[in-house]
């Protein structure tokens, strides 16, 4: 049986591609502080396994994008059909 702190960490390199091609996707600046985390959950409706991402600007304004798949299957065609919020 696995344990809360037993988990899988994702790839260090996955983590670096998504963070790289959020921040080409949308144009961020080099201050902006990009969070990756993979979620799991167990409700009904939910994906079994989600990647949210988090991007934080130095004037404290945030966005999040929610990927239904986990860190290390992401790929560029995921990251461009994100839409940015006005």
Do not use: Y
């Amino acid at each position: 049986m696995q344990g809360l702190f037993d988990r899988k960490r994702p790839d260090a390199d996955a983590v670096r591609k998504v963070k790289a091609l959020i921040t080409e996707r949308f144009d961020l600046p080099e201050t902006t502080i990009l969070a990756v985390a993979e979620l799991r959950c167990h409700e009904p409706g939910c994906p079994p396994v989600e990647t949210v991402v988090t991007a934080r600007d130095t004037g404290g304004s945030t966005e999040d994008w929610r990927i239904a798949k986990p860190i290390n299957e992401i790929t560029a065609a995921d990251i461009e059909s994100l839409e940015a919020r006005p």
